[in-house]
């Protein structure tokens, strides 16, 4: 791949199929058949946990609820006081990639301030790898070591997954 070149990973059937796959290991794991609290980080997380959400509710009978999380805490925890009351949900938080961790990391640690379940799960659309902060993609659409000149982009338009793309410096 020369530099400036740019790589569709995925087109909309792709995503589609690694989302059915995730959505179907998220409700094996599932085991309490618990409801799932689904937190979708900014605009591209929210969108991989829209349609997690869609493939999700006839399987657990619309006991899946769809959170749009950002990292400022004050944006988030009105929805996280009314999870944290809750017994014996199933949170997963839900990003398009995961690079170094840090988002997923400053995630985790806004939900834990509010939410004490058991256990806390992560899913995302693309793990990269490199990771600098101790953080595991326990469900996720693609497997991708990249070089850290490359930059993956997951294409989102109308809060619809369109595409993920790998571009080259």
């Given at each position: 791949m020369s530099s400036g070149s740019e790589l569709v990973l995925m087109n909309r059937d792709r995503i589609s199929r690694s989302l059915n796959r995730m959505a179907?290991?998220?409700?094996?794991?599932?085991?309490?058949?618990a409801p799932i609290d689904l937190f979708g980080i900014g605009e591209?997380?929210?969108?991989?946990?829209?349609?997690?959400?869609?493939?999700?509710?006839?399987?657990?009978?619309?006991?899946?609820?769809?959170?749009?999380?950002?990292l400022k805490e004050k944006n988030s925890h009105h929805t996280l006081e009314e999870i944290e009351s809750q017994k014996n949900h199933y949170p997963v938080i839900v990003d398009d990639v995961i690079?170094?961790?840090?988002?997923m990391?400053?995630?985790?640690?806004?939900?834990?301030?509010?939410?004490?379940?058991?256990?806390i799960h992560?899913?995302?659309?693309i793990d990269r790898g490199h990771r600098k902060f101790p953080i595991k993609a326990e469900f996720y659409g693609m497997e991708l070591p990249t070089k850290l000149d490359e930059?993956?982009?997951?294409?989102v338009e109308n809060q619809q997954l369109q595409n993920v793309k790998l571009t080259k410096y």
């Open positions: 179907h290991e998220i409700a094996e794991h599932n085991v309490d058949d591209r997380g929210y969108a991989v946990a829209k349609a997690l959400e869609d493939i999700l509710n006839p399987i657990f009978n619309d006991k899946v609820r769809l959170s749009h999380f950002t690079f170094s961790g840090e988002t990391f400053q995630a985790l640690k806004i939900i834990s301030n509010y939410v004490k379940p058991s256990e992560t899913a995302v659309l930059h993956v982009a997951v294409v």
